[in-house]
């Protein structure tokens, strides 16, 4: 894993409540194109969950929920820096006191991660230049995305798939919980196929 497992890595999330998990193909006779048993619902509009979480080698960190009563209907650079990089900061301390490392950070080039509003209570907390260097428009390499995609995958495979805040809220957390050392292992293990499959489609399109 190497040098891999010295950074925190970090972003939000967001699951869809109800509603269909992605693009859904039914095996049917041509007489049953309007078969209700081969449609499925279509739900006027679909609630959505935002989380925030990050990692560092195999330890899991917080898993934060975006309540959007408390803490706004969108997530502000000031919202991001009021109600997540807290946690984000008292998870890079736990880090570097465990390891007597240096300890860095990645997340992605998100308005909310590059605001001057940001980038200046990240200098006064004294963890700007523990930043990992994030290109714009770059290929999005940040592995706790593997994470959101096993968790998404494990949640559409649920029968029934959570179609309520509550719901959908507890199969989050029951998710986050079930990822563990040997997935993060496999996802650090796989950074340096991921580089060089970037560096040979010279910053193209890659299977990742």
């Known amino acids: 894993m190497g040098d891999w497992a010295k950074v925190i890595w970090s972003d939000e ?10 693009r859904v193909f039914v ?5 049953e194109e309007f078969n209700s048993l081969c449609l ?5 509009k679909l609630d959505t969950i935002h989380v925030w979480g990050c990692f560092f080698g195999v330890t899991k960190g917080p898993l934060i929920f975006w309540d959007k009563a408390i803490m706004g209907k969108r997530i502000t650079a000031q919202g991001y820096c009021e ?8 998870f890079w301390h ?22 001057n509003y940001t980038t200046q209570v990240l200098k ?16 999005d390499l940040n592995l706790i995305e ?10 559409n495979r649920r029968s029934p798939r959570p179609n309520r805040n509550e719901l959908m809220r507890a199969a989050i957390r029951e998710e986050w919980e079930a990822i563990n050392t040997t997935d ?16 040979t489609a010279r910053g193209g399109h890659t299977k990742y």
């Open 83 to 90: 109600h997540t990089l807290p946690h984000l900061e008292e």
């Open 94 to 115: 736990e880090q570097s006191r465990t390891t007597e490392d240096y300890v860095y950070i990645l997340q992605d080039g998100a308005s909310t991660h590059t605001a």
């Open 184 to 199: 993060l292992e496999g996802f650090l293990a796989g950074m340096p196929n991921r580089v060089q499959a970037v560096l």
């Open 27 to 31: 095996t049917r006779k041509a007489s």
């Open 40 to 44: 499925l619902p279509r739900f006027k």
């Open 146 to 155: 593997d994470v959101w995609r096993l968790m998404k995958a494990r949640i």
């Open 124 to 139: 006064d907390k004294g963890l700007y230049n523990y930043l990992f260097p994030w290109v714009a428009k770059s290929p």
């Open 13 to 22: 999330a967001a699951f869809n409540v109800g509603g269909s998990p992605g």
